[in-house]
């Protein structure tokens, strides 16, 4: 089991570009999470797709985008970069045991390092 | 902002000596979890406890919990250099699947 993986591992992208993230879920697990994480800080909740749908979303604005694939994998999608959107980029997977049970641990993969010139 | 706080926000120790960290949150939880990153890069899942439970082990780790006081403590003993590391506390929102808030963290350093 591969476990999650992300790609591309580093980044370099102009201001105003767009950007695509990728992440493969862990073998069974339907649920994937997007995080950023400043340098310094704890991870920042971006949203969570499930069912190929997005289920909850954190305080990111609409140039965050994502998708989630029927094999389960997932992209995040960023336009119009910001010398601010420069983070290690987190994917997390877990199962989905309905709601309210939320006692479930979630994967992370190694993240993609975003930097923004 | 519902994100919670790990304290200190940093720690040295020497290898061999106890590390204790601190988690203060803000919300109801169904759970708390701690999880450990190396340099920067994924995040490793450590432990769980449920909101009706009061501690946990799992190795040298030794997590305990205080739902009246919404704070959470992680101990480990006898450290080892490949301990150090950033660690963060993290709990499931409250009406939300397993979206997660994670605190500031508290990182680690075990010298040898």
């Known amino acids: 089991d591969a476990g999650v993986t992300q790609s591309p591992t580093h980044l370099i992208k102009t201001r105003g570009q767009q950007v695509t993230l990728r992440c493969s879920p862990k073998s069974g697990h339907d649920t994937v999470s997007w995080y950023q994480q400043a340098l310094g800080q704890g991870p920042q909740f971006i949203f969570q797709y499930y069912e190929e749908e997005e289920r909850q979303r954190g305080n990111f604005p609409d140039r965050f985008s994502g998708h989630q694939f029927p094999n389960y994998s997932s992209e995040l999608n960023v336009n119009a970069l910001l010398l601010g959107d420069s983070a290690l980029y987190l994917c997390?997977?877990?199962?989905?045991?309905?709601?309210?049970?939320?006692?479930?641990?979630?994967?992370f993969g190694q993240g993609t390092r975003l930097t923004v010139v | 902002s519902q994100q919670g706080e790990e304290d200190p926000q940093a720690l040295s120790i020497q290898e061999g000596e106890n590390a204790t960290m601190n988690c203060s949150y803000k919300?109801?939880?169904?759970?708390l979890q701690w999880y450990r990153q190396n340099s920067g890069r994924g995040l490793v899942h450590l432990i769980l406890?449920?909101?009706?439970?009061r501690e946990k082990h799992s190795g040298r780790l030794r997590v305990t919990l205080d739902t009246s006081k919404k704070s959470s403590s992680l101990l480990i003993t006898a450290s080892r250099a490949a301990d150090t590391a950033s660690y963060f506390c993290a709990h499931p929102n409250s009406g939300g699947y397993q979206k997660v808030t994670f605190g500031t963290g508290t990182k680690l350093q075990v010298i040898p």
């Open positions: 406890i449920r909101s009706n439970e």
């Open positions: 919300t109801s939880i169904n759970n």
């Open positions: 997390a997977s877990s199962p989905d045991r309905g709601f309210p049970n939320v006692n479930t641990e979630a994967f």
